[in-house]
């Protein structure tokens, strides 16, 4: 009896300590975003190449998510200084992105100065499944984090923006 207990115990044991070896949990490990390139509606072209030296969140979205809208807005004006892009994840949405902007001005208080603009590649690099989903790249280029949903409240969003830090 007490051999099965022994035995049980260092079953129990080697089970909690295996996982955690033998894991491919890479949440930890910091990825270097994608190479990319795509013009926005500011007739500027954004790469991961012109990027590099400057943090900044890419804001994977789409014209037709409502639920976008509020963080756009929220992000925009609370990190107004910082550089912060929003990526559709339709390609749909390539032939109309004045348009699409313009609804975003008038869907809530307050002018969105955010470029807009469209990379389904890149949005597929990066495993977009959701929208909004933020990816917050260091000036390294690195991926510091991802947020999926709404990002609307000031302490939140400080704190992703913290990261970098």
Same mark, same amino acid.
């Given at each position: ?13 080697? &089970? ?17 975003? #994608? ?43 609370? &990190? ?34 955010? #470029? ?17 989903? &933020? ?31």
């Amino acid at each position: 009896m007490q051999l099965k207990a022994a035995f049980l115990i260092i079953l129990i044991a080697l &089970l909690t300590i295996i996982p955690g070896c033998i894991s491919s949990d890479e949440s930890n490990v910091q990825k270097v975003v #994608p190479k990319f390139s795509m013009v926005a509606d500011d007739e500027t072209t954004y790469s991961a190449d012109n990027l590099l030296g400057t943090p900044y969140i890419l804001h994977f979205s789409a014209s037709w998510c409502n639920q976008c809208r509020s963080t756009i807005h929220a992000v925009d004006n609370q &990190l107004s200084n910082h550089t912060y892009i929003i990526v559709s994840t339709d390609s749909l949405d390539s032939d109309k992105l004045s348009d699409w902007h313009l609804q975003v001005n008038e869907s809530a208080d307050g002018t969105v100065d955010a #470029p807009f603009s469209v990379n389904t590649e890149l949005a597929e690099s990066l495993d977009i499944k959701n929208t909004p989903t &933020l990816i917050l790249v260091d000036s390294e280029g690195l991926i510091v984090d991802r947020h999926i949903g709404s990002l609307t409240e000031s302490s939140d969003i400080e704190a992703f923006w913290a990261q970098l830090a």
